[in-house]
């Protein structure tokens, strides 16, 4: 019992000296849980609470997890930090192993490459992606969702909707983007967002797969391996959810590419989405199978869609939460056309002018 009491006594006073060294940090770093406590506490505001402490640390960050889970990493949001580490001198900054087990659902596409993959695959990327062909292409197919879904959608929703009905706009706003985000990679819409309002949207399972994916991809982040590997492996709590949504997003894309595959000699040539062109011009010495064409649109899918959504989302609220720097938008069908006339015309950002007003909302 003695023992006991004395290390009972040794832990109060570990406590309460790092309690006292801590309680002035904006993240505490605990002996033994190191930084995760604070984490886990605002996980409800991750996204706040992460700008907050970047804020303070300067743009930069060297996050400690407990002891022996090897969670240890560097947090940056300093643009110069990103370019280096992710452009100018990538070669010096491979993945690892680690990596690659927690972002396994991406398969072998390029954010999971290193060194010459990468670079091999970069250059296939870029050299479509800058075609004016397929800019043409991702213009039309998102004038021709904004025109006949999502500003008629909003435009009958403030008109039918009840005084006790709320429209999910990050849900519609997550349609928008994934059939967007579709119909430019894979050439299909799978028309997630229809153009009425209903209080019951209808569900896609690969479409509602992506949050689920992402959410599971952060908890690997904050939980040690040993547990995250064991709940894969007894296929329990999120690690479940995780294969049923892979599993979903997987056929839905293996459907598309077996589709694309019989279409790929009879499609328009103004009309060629990236998976055709891929299918059509194949490069290099890259075989074009099912699974490179696999995790390549699935790598693609996943960061154009919860890229354009998210940024989406948080530029309403803003807007919505600064009344001020947001006054043209009392009408927001006319600042979808107006915003999307001068893409189309090709002006600079500069002339958006409705977008510049906006932009103080954001700082």
């Not at 006292?20 to 849980?33: A, G, S």
């Not at 970047?54 to 643009?79: A, V």
């Not at 948080?314 to 001068?342: D, I, M, Q, Y």
């Amino acid at each position: 019992m003695a023992i006991l009491e004395y290390i009972a006594a040794i832990l109060f006073f570990i406590f309460i000296h790092n309690w006292i060294r801590n309680r002035d940090e904006i993240i505490p770093n605990w002996p033994i849980l190191g930084m995760l406590p604070a984490i886990l506490h605002h996980v409800s505001n991750l996204h706040d609470y992460a700008t907050l402490v970047l804020k303070h640390h300067g743009g930069t960050l060297r996050f400690e997890g407990p002891w022996f889970t090897n969670m240890n990493f560097i947090l940056t949001s300093n643009p110069m930090n990103v370019h280096h580490i992710t452009s100018k001198n990538f070669e010096n900054y491979g993945k690892g192993s680690n990596f690659l087990e927690i972002f396994d659902v991406l398969g072998d596409g390029i954010f999971i490459s290193d060194s010459h993959e990468w670079k091999q695959q970069r250059t296939i990327l870029h050299s479509l992606l800058k075609r004016k062909s397929f800019e043409m292409f991702l213009q039309q197919s998102i004038q021709k969702k904004l025109e006949n879904c999502l500003i008629p959608f909003l435009d009958h929703a403030s008109k039918t909707q009840a005084h006790d009905q709320v429209v999910d706009l990050q849900d519609i706003l997550r349609r928008f983007t994934f059939d967007s985000t579709c119909s430019f990679i894979l050439g299909f819409d799978p028309n997630c967002l229809p153009n009425k309002f209903t209080t019951e949207l209808s569900e896609f399972t690969y479409e509602k797969a992506i949050p689920v994916l992402e959410d599971v991809v952060f908890y690997r982040h904050i939980t040690p391996r040993c547990f995250w590997k064991l709940l894969k492996w007894l296929q329990i709590s999120h690690e479940k959810k995780f294969k049923i949504a892979q599993e979903n997003l997987d056929q839905f894309l293996i459907e598309r590419i077996t589709s694309a595959r019989e279409e790929r000699n009879r499609t328009n040539e103004s009309h060629l989405d990236l998976l055709k062109v891929l299918l059509k011009e194949g490069y290099g010495k890259v075989e074009m199978n099912d699974k490179y064409l696999r995790d390549t649109a699935m790598d693609l899918l996943v960061a154009g869609n919860g890229t354009i959504s998210a940024g989406l989302i948080w530029f309403f609220w803003l807007v919505s939460t600064h009344p001020g720097g947001g006054r043209s938008f009392s009408n927001p069908k006319a600042f979808c056309c107006s915003w999307h006339e001068t893409w189309l015309e090709g002006q600079s950002y500069q002339e958006m002018h409705l977008i510049e007003e906006a932009m103080p909302c954001t700082f």
